[in-house]
């Protein structure tokens, strides 16, 4: 008898694909049996094009990382095929009030705007955050995948 898998939708978080190509980073186990999962074809991720950006600033400043490996990395995330979202006011303006009422980063709450408008649990491994944002549902941590 054949096994059916429903397939799992997620918007996920610069900060767990950080953990894709940093050896030394917390819950880098956790995040590496995602990105397995997602190329397995298991999830299918949503992110917004804001993600590249952080990405590629997260890399630049890790001192192990050369330009070309950078630009590399990048390759390899844009090579996943993720749903690329690219701004939309509706969605910045509720990252906007998540960011004034928990007092965080418009581009974290980006995310979460997301998540919710496209009505898929947020996948992060930003934990100073998610403690920051009590309340929400659908918030997973990388550790609960």
């Known amino acids: 008898m054949e096994r059916i898998t429903q397939v799992k939708k997620f918007v996920l978080d610069t900060s767990v694909v950080v953990k894709w190509f940093s050896r030394d980073e917390d819950d880098a186990e956790h995040a590496n049996k995602l990105r397995r999962q ?3 074809g298991l999830c299918v991720i949503t992110i917004p094009d804001l993600l590249f950006y952080e990405l590629a600033n997260a890399l ?3 001192p192990n990382f050369t330009a070309e ?3 590399v990395a990048l390759d390899s995330v844009f090579d996943m095929e993720f749903d690329i ?3 939309d ?4 303006a509720n990252a906007i ?4 009422k928990f007092n965080v980063t418009v581009y ?3 995310f979460l705007a997301l998540s919710q ?29």
């Open 38 to 40: 997602i190329q397995e």
């Open 60 to 62: 630049r400043h890790n």
């Open 69 to 71: 490996d950078v630009r």
């Open 85 to 87: 979202r690219k701004v």
């Open 89 to 92: 006011s509706s969605v910045i």
């Open 97 to 100: 009030d998540i960011a004034f």
């Open 108 to 110: 974290d709450a980006y």
């Open 117 to 145: 408008l496209e009505s898929k649990p947020f996948v992060t491994a930003d934990y100073k955050f998610t403690g920051r944002i009590k309340g929400f549902k659908d918030i997973v941590n990388l550790t609960e995948i």
